[in-house]
């Protein structure tokens, strides 16, 4: 094949290539021209849960409409004023789900719960409860003791009794500490004050783990242990046996 040939060839392919490609980007540019898009409110940063939502918060983004969360808000004002219910990372949409009623925000412990969790109370004394130093916000871990009995291998005893120590949950939230629910940071006056005298605090708890914490609150006592805020992790452990650990 001659050289002219080769280079006839050449220009040809290319300028197949090039209506190719033109045409592809003038279908590109008409789909995208006709998609429906919608102006939605996103987080401009991170936002904690339980924050007061203002105008900086909140930035506009136009979303093709299919990929728009049903719940998703465009309007500033049902964000302005509001306060979120669990947390929203940066540059998600803003979802009414999320967020409390403005004339409900701040005024009922149940806006405070977090999204798929339970508030319970138990009683706490000043050895069970930290002394009470726990505030709103606070992470601890909730340990049972029960007692527990089995029948005596030795027929001249009937029974047995086991005194069952149990890590029940962990890293848990202090929704309230008595009927304070503002977290540490909104709080006003002696913290020490506000605490004497707790006799119960309200935790955010697992739906499937209610049951455990109804349980052993009335067939035993409860114990929280304070947690580090930076201290995410979760151990494995098994129950203790006050009697085995003594001998």
Do not use: C, W
Not at 61 to 71: A, G, L, M, T, Y
Not at 108 to 121: E, F, M
């Amino acid at each position: 094949m001659t050289n002219k040939k080769v280079l006839l060839l050449a220009l040809i392919f290319g300028l197949l290539t090039a209506v190719a490609v033109n045409f592809y980007l003038k279908s590109l540019t008409e789909a995208t021209s006709n998609a429906q898009i919608r102006r939605v409110a996103v987080a401009a940063a991170r936002i904690p849960a339980r924050t007061l939502v203002t105008a900086d918060m909140i930035s506009f983004k136009n979303i093709p409409v299919e990929f728009v969360h049903s719940n998703a808000v465009s309007d500033a004002s049902r964000l302005v004023g509001f306060t979120t219910r669990a947390e929203v990372e940066a540059g998600e949409q803003m979802l009414s789900s999320k967020l409390a009623p403005k004339q409900n925000s701040g005024s009922s412990l149940a806006y405070t719960v977090p999204l798929g969790l339970r508030a319970i109370s138990v009683a706490v004394n000043e050895q069970s409860g930290v002394a009470g130093l726990l505030t709103p916000g606070d992470r601890v871990d909730v340990i049972g003791t029960v007692d527990v009995e089995e029948q005596s291998k030795d027929p001249n005893v009937k029974n047995v009794k086991h005194t069952m120590t149990h890590l029940i949950l962990q890293n848990i939230e202090v929704l309230a500490v008595g009927k304070n629910y503002l977290p540490a940071d909104t709080q006003s006056g002696d913290k020490k004050a506000q605490s004497e005298g707790t006799t119960s605090v309200t935790l955010a708890v697992p739906p499937d783990k209610t049951q455990y914490l109804v349980a052993i609150t009335d067939k035993g006592k409860l114990t929280l242990a304070l947690r580090s805020p930076a201290d995410k992790s979760e151990e494995n452990r098994p129950p203790i046996d006050a009697g085995q650990l003594l001998k």
